[in-house]
């Protein structure tokens, strides 16, 4: 199970809007993904999800900390690094996160990913992360 975990690894890291039919190699045909925003399932809907994914970003990227295996589960914890058009002034955000894969003999059939949406989203997000932030503050105080 440990080399299954590293070829996802491996073609996690090559990933790019130019190769994503190497989804195929590591997803399940009727794979279910989710997020704290999205739950998409079957390959071609993964597909689709990437395809908007590096279409709105500028770069992306996953700096993999840890990782463990179960049994015919796996678990990364990660930082994204990204940068969008319309977050952070363009800025490279940063997320820290997990995902919580689970095998079906090579490939995975559930990929279900948890991070905090505010530091992903909303504290970027002109104005709303203003505010935010703001709140966040006073909550500590």
Known sequence: MEQHLNNFVDIYNQLS?????????????SVV?????HKVE??????KYFENLY??????????KEHYVVDNKGFLYWE???????LNNKKNITV??????TFKG???????????????????IPVLGSVIKTLEKRAVS
């Open 55 to 64: 279409a709105n970003v500028s770069s992306i990227s996953f700096d993999i």
């Open 33 to 37: 993904f989710s997020d704290p925003l």
């Open 106 to 124: 090579s490939k995975v059939i559930n990929h279900r990913d948890y991070f905090d949406v505010g530091a992903l989203l909303y504290r970027n």
């Open 17 to 29: 809007d130019k190769n994503l039919n190497l989804l195929k190699n590591i997803y399940d045909d």
């Open 42 to 47: 079957g390959i071609e809907a993964l597909t």
């Open 80 to 86: 994204m690094h990204f940068s969008h058009s319309k």
């Open 96 to 101: 820290a996160g997990h995902s919580h894969l």
